[in-house]
């Protein structure tokens, strides 16, 4: 073939196929791939530069290997993402960025001999006599994927940002007074007389006639086909079930699991706020988005094995109880406050235990590769005009008729309404479809196919009282029963005056009152003073009577006794100074580079974030 080629090349024929082959590569392979690049790898850019898919890889890969050091034990990128690592790279390189052309602005620039004198003068590469050993320098160089120029232009760009970061950030000191004011704060004592009110004792009485509104109801065809309408005539062989449960012998040794939410705060202060606030009542993902200033995505951690976390979290998260929240504790990634919703304890099975879940598993697998060939034909035949019913009788779908459904899946008696397959998905599409119209085929989570035809629409009306009493009435009793703990403890309040404390005041009322132990602005898990009543009773001032109120019911204290702390330890003072300054000076360099985004405008790609991890 080779020959026959040389020894036709010198034809117009063979030539002109040459030139047309190398048109066409042109035209189709090498213009795609310079058009596409730089859109494709770009995923933020920072005034006039651009960060790169394989900045941020490499920047994580980096923190990966030290985030793993620190920890003891690998992390991944689902862990990273997680726990907010990607976010806080992203953020870190575009930081650089502006810190960078900001520097470069100012015309600030660093000399061969800066540079030099940095290098030796780094401990990191010094042994421990003191001296600069260019073997060690070499191996953390390779150990941060890095060659010696790459080093030298990194600490060419670094340097004179560090300085202007530095000049920005150097002088900020907190005052001496400050910290003693902090550990006063933080360390002080309260004592109270507290009167509580149970919702559970107060009487509601019976709510008067009143109205409420029904929802939209539609009522629809469905036809449908899951996997489990045609699991019964699929047989799955025992040597295959046994071949799948030695290959999948991991699966079926299941460690302990745990469902876990954290707050990750940036500092000692802000994760102190956040565990005040949650003492006080406020709800988790309000306190972890508005005061941590954390990422919405890296408040749940999932249903993780013990192995699945760094082991300082972990070693926290499997001995917490259900719903209550850990001490802060500091990692490299920040302040963590992990609370625990869910416990999956510990799992080993033999192959008969197993069986039944793996045949079922197998079984359901056929069942799904079985019901998309069917899909596309469903798909092909309404397309063409076939009616629901009829698709249904020539495919053996499965029809239902549904009369009236609003889009929680009730029927007009508050009944859930019987569908083959789950009503999520069903009703999603049945009220994306108009009056009259047929959907497409849609595919359920499950493998299920199914589609709708809307027959009609009923708008939400008003219904009376008669209809939901049982419901109305006991919505009403609650929400009654609250207002009266609440009335009373206002009540009880506004009786206390100057000369009669709330004790002699309960008193007449028949109300027992109960002397608090010394309270703490921390409470302890085991503090059975209301945390919403304790924050505010850390606001109060002696004699001074506050209400507090939550779900099992309202509270009355007067504020008896201010316990001042101790005198601090000069270690402990030392400490809260360094806290103090080191905050300043964080806080100084995160508004530095907020403002520097006014001159440096910053768009970050989040799609390509996304694909990327």
Known sequence: MLQAIRSKAGSFVVKGLFVLLILTFGIWGIGDIFRNRPNDTVIAKVGDQSIRAEDLQAAMRRELERLSARFGAAIDIQQAKKLGIIDN??????????????????????????????????????????????????????????????????????????????????????????????????????????????????????????????????????????????????????????????????????????????????????????????AAGKDWNEVAIQIAGQNPETIELGLMKREELPQVLSDIAFELPLNKPSEPVKTPLGWHILRVVKIEPAVTQTFEQAKPKLEAQLTHDEAVDRIYKVANRVDDALAGGTTIEDAAAKFELKKTEIAAADVGGHDAEGKPVALPIPAGEVLKLVFATDEGQTSRVTESPEGAIFMVRVSKVTPPTIKPLAEVKEQAVAAW???????????????????????????????????????????????????????????????????????????????????????????????????????????????LSVEFTQALRARFPVEIRREAVDRLF
């Open 477 to 587: 009793q609650a929400e009654k029963r609250r207002e009266t703990v609440a009335k009373t403890a206002e009540e009880l309040a506004a009786a206390v005056k100057p000369d009669t404390r709330l004790a002699a005041v309960a008193a007449e009322k028949g109300l027992k009152v109960r002397t608090s132990s010394p309270l703490s602005r921390q409470p302890g898990r085991d503090d059975a003073t209301s945390p919403a009543l304790a924050a505010k009773l850390f606001a109060a001032k002696p004699g001074e009577v506050v209400t507090a109120g939550d779900a099992a019911g309202s509270y009355v204290a007067q504020l008896d006794e201010v316990q001042p702390p101790e005198t601090p330890s000069q270690n402990a003072t030392a400490e809260a100074s360094r806290n103090l300054n080191q905050g300043m000076r964080t806080d």
């Open 89 to 278: 790279v992203l953020d870190e390189l575009i930081d650089r960025l502006l810190l960078e052309q900001e520097a470069a602005r100012l015309r600030l620039e660093v000399s061969d001999d800066v540079i030099r004198n940095a290098t030796t003068d780094n401990p990191n590469f010094r042994t421990p006599d003191g001296h600069f050993d260019r073997a060690l320098f070499d191996a953390t160089l390779a150990q941060n994927h890095l060659t010696e120029d790459q080093f030298v232009t990194l600490m060419r760009r670094d340097i004179p940002r560090d300085d202007l970061l530095q000049a920005v950030t150097l002088g900020a000191a907190a005052p001496q007074s400050m910290a003693d004011l902090l550990l006063r704060y933080r360390n002080e004592k309260r004592i109270a007389d507290i009167v509580a009110l149970p919702v559970a004792d107060a009487d509601a009485g019976q709510p008067h006639q009143d109205l409420f509104r029904a929802p939209e109801y539609r009522g629809f065809t469905l036809a449908s086909l899951s996997p489990a309408d045609i699991a019964q005539g699929i047989e799955i062989p025992e040597a295959k079930l046994k071949a799948e449960f030695d290959e999948r012998q991991d699966d079926f040794q299941l460690p302990e699991q745990r469902e876990v939410q954290q707050i990750l705060a940036p500092s000692e202060d802000k994760v102190k706020e956040a565990e005040a606030a949650l």
